[in-house]
């Protein structure tokens, strides 16, 4: 039996953290000192983490609950990227991208653990949403070596 008060707490808590992932890399591109070297990558990047919100929107609006729309203290996350890139340069920004990634990762594997979330939901975490985000650990290593 699933606790629906959980599942959404646990459902919020999944949107405001690409909430925050979809202000950061866009806070990130607007201060990135070379755009055309990193800026394509870190573009895809963002359009995953904004379909993964709307992914986790509409699951939520289906629990008749109401998604929430601020990043909360996730949100000092992207402004502490925008300050590293501004700061220490590209190369800062994406270790702390890559750091925000492996957060996500953590959490969606939390998730997974959830006994409280549905099986759609945990099948939308397990084959899209926590594959791209292992991905985009990939990629930005790669951005780390060209960014160098």
Partial sequence: M????????N?????KGELAAVETYKQALDKIARPEVVGPELRAIESDHEEALTV???HMAEMDAVAPVDSGAWGEWA????????A?????AIKALKE????GVNSYEKALRDR???DEIRQIIRSQLLPKTKAHIAVLDDLL???G
């Avoid at 502490?80 to 890139?85: K, N, P």
């Avoid at 220490?88 to 800062?92: L, M, P, R, T, V």
């Fill in 2 to 9: 699933h606790d629906k008060k959980i599942a959404i707490k």
């Fill in 11 to 15: 459902m919020s808590a999944l949107v």
């Fill in 56 to 58: 986790l929107q509409e």
């Fill in 79 to 86: 402004k502490a990227v925008e300050g590293t890139a501004a």
């Fill in 88 to 92: 220490f340069g590209d190369k800062a």
């Fill in 100 to 103: 925000g990634e492996e957060h």
């Fill in 116 to 118: 409280e979330l549905d």
């Fill in 145 to 147: 070596v060209k960014a």
